[in-house]
């Protein structure tokens, strides 16, 4: 015999964000729901096997699933259901850019496809951080819908993510974040323009030098000392061949006069890189 299904959907603000609760402290798509057949008859205390898809139209329209999953819900005594489906946190970006559509089936009939639509709230949870954001956090472990920035490959559900950044995250361990592009206060165009939007650029320093001069009173000389040998004569004046003398003299230089010496100089440190003071954090991007 076959049956129909009057559901009742309830989409928990927490379903799209993890910042909002349920009264059950739950988090997904509650489906409430009272089975009946086609005689209009409860089908109480039951077994109904469902299948759940979370789906959404792509650019083309083709349908694109975000999650799927059968579930065994049982009627109580008035034929009334319900159940949780819980897509996880890691398809939060899908549901925050995309119109969702839940498709519910029995078997191959079809109970229900329709369209998901937001409390306010929940909408303002969606966009209120946006897929791509980047923040610091204080933890090893990425809160549910992000992901930590360390290279590491992103789930295949992060589509919109993806289409961002590549199918790995950013690797941002031991760097620090710079605005992309270039504006009116900043003089160095190609230094600016070589930092584009999700991309690394090199450490450097900018090219420059140290000048100074010596001091002027630079006058001064070198004492030479000179070794000569001279003959000893007799006292007739002739020459006996007997002796000579070794003697020295001080022959002072030629002065060079005042003048100064230009120098240049190079900072010789210990580190191998050139940074300011810093706080170590990891960062995370929003799925």
Not at 11 to 19: D, G, I, R
Request: with cysteine; proline share 3%.
């Amino acid at each position: 015999m076959k049956s129909k299904l009057l559901l009742v959907l309830c989409l928990f603000c927490a379903a799209m964000s993890n910042y909002a609760q349920s009264s059950a402290s739950q988090s997904g798509i509650a489906v409430q729901g009272i089975a009946r057949d086609m005689n209009n008859t409860a089908l109480t205390n039951q077994t109904i096997t469902l299948t759940f898809t979370l789906y959404y139209l792509d650019a083309s329209s083709i349908e694109q699933t975000i999650y799927k999953v059968n579930r065994n819900v049982i009627t109580d005594a008035f034929g009334v259901f319900s159940d949780v489906i819980d897509p996880t946190a890691v398809n939060n970006g899908l549901f925050a850019n995309n119109a969702a559509y839940l498709r519910i089936e029995k078997g191959s009939e079809v109970i229900s496809d329709e369209k998901l639509r937001h409390v306010p709230y929940a909408i303002s949870a969606n966009n209120g951080v946006p897929t791509g954001s980047i923040m610091p956090f204080i933890g090893t472990a990425a809160p549910e819908g992000w992901v930590l920035c360390n290279g590491a490959p992103l789930p295949v559900t992060a589509k919109t993510l993806i289409g961002m950044v590549g199918t790995n995250a950013p690797d941002l361990r031991g760097m620090f974040l710079r605005g992309a592009g270039q504006n009116a206060n900043t003089s160095n165009a190609a230094e600016i323009q070589a930092n584009s939007l999700n991309t690394v650029q090199n450490s450097a320093n900018k090219s420059h030098t140290h000048t100074g001069t010596t001091s002027t009173n630079g006058e001064h000389s070198h004492t030479e000392w000179s070794t000569y040998i001279y003959d000893q004569g007799n006292a007739d004046g002739g020459f006996d061949g007997g002796g000579h003398a070794i003697g020295r003299r001080n022959i002072p230089s030629g002065y060079s006069g005042n003048h100064n010496h230009t120098f240049t100089t190079q900072a010789d440190g210990t580190a191998t890189e050139s940074r300011p003071i810093n706080y170590g954090v990891n960062y995370i991007i929003k799925l």
